[in-house]
């Protein structure tokens, strides 16, 4: 199996794994995979959150501190509340939504789905992801789990990754197709 040449993405890897193990053993990874995605949620709506974890100018106290009133307020507790206290304790806040994925993708082979990561210009409705799902299945020859993350300069359509294979239907790819095309012949 190939490694990641990205530092974040092993420290990601080693912190979502042993994060499965402990969910495991405590039988709530459904519950951790839950609490995490609350988390993401959170993430992607306040660029202040984004800015705590991302930032390495507050000091670890200080991202400790507010990642445990956060998770507080949001009702993350347990076994995935106290690994975001002990990410932040370790000044690796910075690899959260890296280790989010991880462990989602840790948790649907262990339930023997495939995962695939879906970027689109619009949020998706609840029919389209199904729909999707159901596409991806046919592909992959068992169920799959979408993590579907928007970004406005596709202008349309999707890219999606599953394993080693990427499909880029985004208009902003044909775009820059026809236009590389364009200056070819001119």
């Known amino acids: 199996m190939a490694q990641s040449s990205s530092p974040i993405s092993g420290v990601a890897e080693r912190y979502a794994g042993s994060l499965f193990d402990l969910a495991l ?6 519950k951790v995979e839950a ?3 609350s988390f993401e949620t959170m993430l992607a709506e306040s660029a202040d959150l984004k800015r705590l974890i991302e930032s390495p100018v507050f000091a670890a106290e200080d991202q400790e501190r507010a990642i445990s009133a956060i998770s507080d ?5 347990g076994l995935a509340g106290n690994f975001l206290r002990v990410v932040a304790q370790n000044r690796r806040l910075f690899a959260v939504p890296g280790m989010i994925r991880a462990f989602r993708k840790i ?3 262990h339930r023997g789905e495939a995962s695939a990561d879906v970027t689109s ?10 729909e999707l799902k159901a596409a991806l299945k046919g592909v ?3 169920d799959v789990t979408i993590n579907v993350t928007v970004d406005p300069s596709l202008l349309g ?3 999606v990754k599953m394993g080693s294979r990427q499909i880029d239907t985004s208009l902003k790819t044909k775009l820059n197709s026809l236009k590389l095309a364009l200056k070819e012949v001119g």
């Open 25 to 30: 053993q405590e039988n709530s990874v459904a």
């Open 157 to 159: 359509g999707l890219i």
């Open 121 to 130: 210009a619009h949020a998706l409705s609840a029919a389209q992801q199904t």
């Open 140 to 142: 992959a020859g068992k």
């Open 107 to 109: 948790a649907a082979e």
């Open 35 to 37: 609490a995490l995605t």
């Open 73 to 77: 307020k949001a009702k993350i507790t």
